[in-house]
DNA sequence: TGACGGACTTGTGTGGACTTGG
DNA sequence: CCAAGTCCACACAAGTCCGTCA
C-alpha cells in the first residue's frame, strides 16, 4: 500500500505541456553510468589444460577463457559456430606464445574452471542473511547515486545505469556471430549526454569520456558501441519517467486514431487486389496479411550478420504453401517461418479468394530464396501508409489489432454475474487471444507438468474434504433437529460454514488449472506490456471492481500510471 | 533509391526475490 | 520455518523506422 502511496505522489507528467520541435529536454543532469567490475584472476591451484598438460594463460586470455568456462554446462558451447568464433576470438587475446601452442578448442579443458566458478556460485546463493541485507543494501546505495537522473527539475529513474560487462555473445537461433567476445567498454568508449550547465559526470579516476555532447533531440544519457555487430548502445531512463510514457501513450492515440481510417483502408486495400500494377497489388496483399494476421513488417536484414528470420515484407516463397482447399476450407495459405528472435510463425488461414489468386502469381516462376514480395520493401509500404493516415506505420495495425482485440474480448467474456477469480479468467482469456493472435508463443516450462500434477492433486484432496464436510453437515443436522439446542444450532453453521470455504477454494483451484494449462505455451506478457492500451485494462477493473494489482504487476501500474489516473470505467479503445 | 547508421521499441531467457504450503 | 514453486526485474538481443548522404 505504501507503494501505491508514493506512486500518488509522484509528479504527473501527463497533466504538463509538452515540448515541441523534437526537444526531449532541457536541462539533464547525471552521474554516468556504472561500469562492470574487473576482472577477478584465478587461484593458482585452479588450472587450465591444453592437450593433457596445464598450461597457464596470461590475465587477457585467461579472463577470455573464464567467459567459456562459465558456461560449459550450457548448450551454447556444443554448437559448433559457437565454437569456432570463440576460438578465433580467444587466439586474438593470447600472447603470441599461448597463440602458437593454443588451437584446437578440442583440446581445452576448462572443468577445473568450470568447477570453481561453480563453488562459487554455490557461495554465493549460501550467503547469510547479513551477508545477503549487506549486498543489498550496497546495491540500494549504488541505485541512489547512478540508478537517478535529473531532467527539467524532476528525479527521474534510469531504466540500465550499468554498462554490460565483457562475455560472449549470445545470439538467438542460428545466429552466425553467437560465440564471439564482447569486448569490455571503458569510460573511453562512451558517449556522454547531458546538458550543458549541468554538473558533468566524472568518469572513474585516470580515465576520460570519448565524448561529452550536449543533445537536447534525443533521450539517451550515455552510449556507446558494442563490437560484435557493431551497434550502438544506450542509457536510458526508466518505462515509469515522462520520456517514455509520453511517447507510449502516443502510441497508442495513434492507434485509437487508425480505427477511423481502418474500414477505408480495409477498402482500399481489397480494391487494390485488383490493380493492373504489381507493385500495387503486391503491397495491398502484404498490408492484408499485417493487418489479419498482426504479422511485423518485415525489414531487410543484412546477410549472414543476423540469423534467417523475416517478416510480412520478407518472406520468401519457401515460407508459404497454397492449398486451393484444405479440411473443407477454401484458399487455405499455410504459413511455416521464423519471425523475430527465431520464434516460429505457423498458421493455416483462409484467405480472400483474391488475395490466394494473387499469392499464387507472385510465386509463378520463382524458387527457393526468392521473395514473395520482389516490388515491396518496408520503406514502400511504409511510405503508402503515411499517405493513407499521418502517423500510420506497419507497426500500428499490431497495436490496433491487439488493443481492439481486448477490448472486444473483454467485452464478450465477461460475465456480470461472475465472481472475481473468473472474471479475472475472463480477462486472461482475453489478454490470451491477443497473445495467439501476436504470435507471443513460450516454451512450455520445465515444471509445468509437475505443477500441473500437483494442483490436480490438490482439487482431489479438496474434493474429498468437501464430501467430508458435507456428511459432517449432514449429521450435524440430523442431530440438532432431534435436540433442539443453541449449541448444536451453532456447530451446524460452523459445518455450513466449512463447507462453503472448501467448495470456494476448489472453485479458485479449478480456475487456477484451467488458466494454467489453456497458458502453457503462450506468453501474456509482451502483450500487456507493448501491445495493450492500458485504459482498456484500467476501465474494465473500475467497471467491475477488480482490483488492479490483480491484473497488473508494481512496474506495470507505475509504467502505467498515467492510464491509471485519466481513466474512467467508460473508456472505449 | 538504396545503403547506412542512429534512436527507439519489442522480445525472450534467466537468476534471484518473494510466496506459499506442508 | 524451510523447501519448492512462482513471479518479477533485469539483461541484452532483435526488431522497426527515420534521417542523411551520395
Known amino acids: 500500500?505504501?507503494?501505491?502511496?508514493?506512486?500518488?505522489?509522484?509528479?504527473?507528467?501527463?497533466?504538463e505541456e509538452k515540448y515541441k520541435d523534437g526537444i526531449k529536454w532541457k536541462y539533464l543532469e547525471h552521474k554516468g553510468p556504472v561500469f562492470a567490475p574487473p576482472y577477478d584472476p584465478l587461484p593458482p591451484n585452479v588450472k587450465f589444460y591444453y592437450d593433457g598438460k596445464p598450461f597457464p594463460l596470461s590475465l587477457q586470455a585467461?579472463?577470455?577463457?573464464?567467459?567459456?568456462?562459465?558456461?560449459?554446462?550450457?548448450?551454447?558451447?556444443?554448437?559448433?559456430?559457437?565454437?569456432?568464433?570463440?576460438?578465433?576470438?580467444?587466439?586474438?587475446?593470447?600472447?603470441?606464445?599461448?597463440?602458437?601452442?593454443?588451437?584446437?578448442?578440442?583440446?581445452?579443458?576448462?572443468?577445473?574452471?568450470?568447477?570453481?566458478?561453480?563453488?562459487?556460485?554455490?557461495?554465493?546463493?549460501?550467503?547469510?542473511?547479513?551477508?545477503k541485507l549487506k549486498l543489498k543494501e550496497e546495491n540500494e546505495k549504488l541505485m541512489q547515486e547512478f540508478g537517478f537522473c535529473i531532467m527539467d527539475h524532476h528525479r527521474e529513474k534510469i531504466g540500465n545505469f550499468r554498462i554490460e560487462p565483457p562475455g560472449l555473445f549470445r545470439g538467438r537461433g542460428d545466429h552466425p556471430k553467437q560465440g564471439m567476445v564482447k569486448k569490455r567498454i571503458l569510460p573511453e568508449d562512451i558517449i556522454i549526454n547531458c546538458s550543458q550547465d549541468s554538473k558533468i559526470p566524472k568518469p572513474p579516476t585516470g580515465h576520460k569520456w570519448k565524448e561529452v555532447?550536449?543533445?537536447?533531440?534525443?533521450?539517451?544519457?550515455?552510449?556507446?558501441?558494442?563490437?560484435?555487430?557493431?551497434?550502438v548502445k544506450y542509457i536510458m531512463l526508466n518505462a515509469n519517467s515522462k520520456l517514455k510514457g509520453e511517447k507510449d501513450w502516443e502510441k497508442y492515440e495513434v492507434a485509437r486514431k487508425l480505427k477511423f481510417h481502418i474500414h477505408h483502408i480495409r477498402?482500399?486495400?481489397?480494391?487494390?487486389?485488383?490493380?493492373?500494377?504489381?507493385?500495387?497489388?503486391?503491397?495491398?496483399?502484404?498490408?492484408?496479411?499485417?493487418?489479419?494476421?498482426?504479422?511485423?513488417a518485415g525489414n531487410e536484414k543484412e546477410e549472414g550478420e543476423t540469423a534467417d528470420t523475416v517478416g510480412c515484407c520478407s518472406l520468401r516463397v519457401e515460407h508459404i504453401k497454397l492449398h486451393p482447399e484444405l479440411d473443407g476450407e477454401k484458399h487455405v495459405v499455410e504459413f511455416d517461418f521464423l519471425g523475430k528472435d527465431c520464434i516460429r510463425y505457423y498458421n493455416k488461414v483462409p484467405v480472400e479468394k483474391?488475395?490466394?489468386?494473387?499469392?499464387?502469381l507472385f510465386m509463378e516462376g520463382k524458387q527457393e530464396g526468392d521473395d514473395l514480395f520482389d516490388r515491396l520493401s518496408t520503406p514502400l509500404l511504409n511510405k503508402h501508409l503515411q499517405l493513407l493516415m499521418e502517423g500510420l506505420t506497419a507497426k500500428v495495425f499490431r497495436t490496433y489489432n491487439a488493443s481492439i482485440t481486448l477490448q472486444d474480448q473483454l467485452q464478450e467474456l465477461t460475465d456480470p454475474n461472475d465472481g472475481v477469480p473468473t472474471k479475472i479468467l475472463s480477462y486472461n482469456r482475453a489478454n490470451r487471444a491477443v497473445a495467439v493472435l501476436c504470435n507471443h508463443q513460450r516454451a512450455p516450462p520445465k515444471t509445468f507438468d509437475q505443477s500441473m500434477a500437483n494442483i490436480k492433486t490438490k482439487i482431489d484432496a479438496r474434493k474429498e474434504q468437501i464430501e467430508l464436510a458435507k456428511k459432517e453437515l449432514k449429521e450435524a443436522k440430523k442431530e440438532a433437529k432431534e435436540k433442539d439446542s443453541e449449541k448444536l444450532k451453532k456447530v451446524v453453521e460452523m459445518k455450513r460454514r466449512a463447507v462453503q470455504r472448501a467448495e470456494e477454494q476448489l472453485m479458485r483451484l479449478e480456475v487456477q488449472a484451467t488458466d494454467k494449462e489453456e497458458n502453457k505455451q503462450i506468453a501474456l506478457s509482451t502483450s500487456k506490456l507493448n501491445y495493450l492500451d492500458p485504459r482498456i485494462s484500467v476501465a474494465w477493473c473500475k467497471k467491475w471492481d477488480v482490483g488492479l494489482e490483480k491484473i497488473y504487476n508494481k512496474t506495470l501500474r507505475d509504467k502505467f500510471a498515467w492510464a491509471v489516473h485519466m481513466t474512467d470505467t467508460d473508456f472505449t479503445f
Open 213 to 231: 555532447r550536449h543533445d537536447g533531440s534525443v533521450s539517451w544519457l550515455a552510449s556507446w558501441t558494442e563490437n560484435v555487430k557493431g551497434s
Open 267 to 296: 477498402k482500399t486495400y481489397c480494391e487494390n487486389f485488383k490493380s493492373k500494377e504489381m507493385k500495387v497489388r503486391q503491397r495491398a496483399v502484404a498490408l492484408y496479411f499485417i493487418d489479419k494476421l498482426a504479422l511485423r
Open 1 to 15: 500500500m505504501k507503494e501505491e502511496e508514493e506512486q500518488q505522489q509522484r509528479w504527473r507528467w501527463w497533466e
Open 62 to 131: 585467461e579472463e577470455v577463457a573464464s567467459f567459456f568456462a562459465k558456461m560449459l554446462d550450457h548448450e551454447y558451447t556444443t554448437k559448433d559456430i559457437f565454437r569456432n568464433n570463440f576460438i578465433t576470438d580467444w587466439r586474438k587475446e593470447m600472447t603470441l606464445e599461448e597463440r602458437m601452442v593454443i588451437s584446437e578448442l578440442a583440446k581445452c579443458d576448462f572443468t577445473e574452471m568450470f568447477t570453481y566458478y561453480k563453488g562459487i556460485m554455490e557461495e554465493r546463493k549460501n550467503r547469510t542473511k547479513e551477508d
Open 354 to 360: 483474391q488475395v490466394f489468386k494473387n499469392v499464387k
